[in-house]
């Protein structure tokens, strides 16, 4: 009876074992994807026209601010002012001065931001359909070809994401290279 158990049990182990070798794997690269999405050169479109009509008169008005501020407390009518004017002007003016000095890191986080925003969902359709193509293909894992450096041998995916997507490959696409 021991000798069935035991029996049983290698059994299983070949079995699974066995089935694990057989799992297909695969790799894309969502930088590709992207690439031949039509969708992304609409939003570096989006992108141009936010900058220029939501960040661009933003500094602008900054500075024309500052200008005007500036002027109201150095000119011959800043007697007019109060002591506690002045001050509270000049602490504006210095907060006005802190923004445009950094305005350049701060355009840029809202820029990630609004870009993050437009690609959200072309992202989810991608991963959509890289879930799809895995699954009626058999592909039990699929990596980033970004991120692999040695890996198991796979299969390049992107020209089944990119029908699955209706797109069309480039024709300076070759497939990628068999992590081997």
Known sequence: MNKFKILLIAAALVFTSSAAMAQKTGYISLEQVLQIMPEVGKIDTLMQTFQNDSLNPQFAYLVQEYNR????????????????????????MADIEYQVQNWQTYAQNIMQAKQNQLLEPIYRKVYSAIQTVAKDNGYSYVYSREALLVGPAADDLLPLVAKKLNLKLPPTYTPGFKYQ
């Open 69 to 92: 501020k500036d002027t109201m407390v150095n000119t011959k009518d800043s007697v007019k002012l109060t002591p506690t004017v002045k001050r509270q002007i000049r602490q504006e």
